[in-house]
């Protein structure tokens, strides 16, 4: 039931807070601020996490890649599903193979588990679908509650995967001795507070929306970050393209001179997705260079960002501030709303996009 909503999508986008909450509390003991031990994975075992994934899927990963390598300081290795299992990748036993499936029935991703399973390899998921194939068939599930997931484009499913990767990648941060307790509890602390800059960030939904409108009228759009917010740009250049049919396409803001930059006109609109981090400063170096030529520059940031920022940029879409480790979750809500309303605005099927199955349970 869509309820007041014109779409499933919106009703998903909008129910972000209140699954997010559900997701991490399934895995937060709230009293004493820690993440509950999975009795199941002894990270000292592995020497590295295989994480396998398609689509939306494997950009939380990626996320999730920078995170497991900071707080854990544990070597990732992320993988597109259905490269990893043509090409008779290289594994070992000391791989601990986490895979990530909303429907937990992606045939590539599936196959890749059962790959890794056949070589003797631990196989964990974060699945949202409680009785799906893939969550039967891993050595260890680890659900996202984010309920039932109907519209195509991926969207609570997404934010829930990053809560419950944050705490697979404290828990693994814990058990290798890599952060202490006060670490662990300023993280817990931070995520925590999530659903409620989550709610924030719905706020500015009249604002993305006017921008969205605007992006409809360009033939392709620039989606550009670093780090963590890297991949939330590749998402975000996903979301747009399946929902609204605008082209888009995403890179790594420190790539853009190896190529791409020659791709910037006037006017070409170039979401830079950059809350205020380390990185700062070098995102910024890119959006003078991209603003130099002529492009739109719509800045996704928080205060902190848009105090610092000195480049003329036509629009902001001004995130809540947030701990550090939330803030991607955060940022996942302008990037949704975005695509959303350019696809209400071209007036495509949002809830069906063409071409699109919910689950590609094909290859
Ligand atoms: C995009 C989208 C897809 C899925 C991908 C994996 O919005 O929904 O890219 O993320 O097909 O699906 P699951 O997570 O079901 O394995």
Redesign the pocket.
């Known amino acids: 039931e869509k309820g007041n909503y014109r779409h499933f999508m919106e009703k998903e986008i909008h129910e972000q807070p209140e699954v997010i909450a559900r997701t991490l509390t399934h895995y937060v003991d709230p009293f004493r601020l820690v993440v509950r031990p999975f009795e199941s994975i002894d990270f000292k075992q592995y020497d590295r996490i295989l994480i396998v994934?398609?689509?939306?899927?494997g950009y939380a990963g990626q996320v999730a890649g920078y995170w497991i390598e900071q707080i854990a300081g544990m070597p990732v290795r992320n993988e597109v599903a259905s490269e990893f299992r043509y090409r008779d990748p290289a594994v070992s036993k000391r791989d601990l193979a986490l895979f990530i499936?909303?429907?937990g029935e992606?045939a590539d991703?599936l196959a890749a588990m059962r790959f890794c399973k056949d070589r003797g390899l631990t196989t964990a998921v974060v699945v949202n679908a409680a009785h799906s194939t893939m969550a039967r068939e891993a050595d260890i599930a680890l659900p996202t509650l984010a309920g039932p997931e109907i519209g195509?484009?991926?969207t609570k499913?997404f934010t829930c995967q990053l809560a419950a990767l944050a705490m697979i990648a404290i828990n693994a941060g814990r058990a290798r001795g890599h952060i202490d307790a006060n670490r662990e509890k300023e993280l817990v602390t931070g995520l925590l507070e999530a659903p409620r800059d989550v709610s924030k960030a719905l706020e500015m939904e009249d604002e993305a929306k006017r921008i969205a409108g605007e992006l409809t009228q360009s033939r392709s759009v620039l989606y550009l970050g670093r780090g963590v917010y890297y991949p939330l740009a590749q998402e975000g250049a996903?979301?747009l393209k399946?929902i609204s049919y605008l082209h888009a396409e995403a890179y790594a803001a420190g790539e853009l001179k190896h190529g791409p930059i020659a791709l910037i006109e006037e006017n070409l609109p170039v979401v830079v997705v950059a809350p205020h981090d380390h990185l700062w400063d070098k995102t910024m170096s890119t959006m003078q260079e991209v603003a130099a030529r002529g492009a739109r520059v719509i800045l996704v940031t928080d205060s902190a960002g848009l105090a610092a920022c000195d480049v003329k940029r036509e629009d902001v879409i001004l995130l809540p501030d947030c701990a550090p480790i939330a803030s991607p979750i955060v940022a996942a809500v302008a990037i949704q709303l975005l695509a959303y309303h350019a696809a209400v605005y071209k007036g495509t099927d949002v809830d069906q996009p063409r071409n699109l199955a919910k689950?590609?349970t094909v290859e």
Do not use: D, N, W
Not at 53 to 57: E, F, K, R, S, V
């Open positions: 994934a398609c689509g939306t899927a499936s909303q429907s992606t991703t195509v484009a991926s499913a996903l979301k399946e689950s590609v």
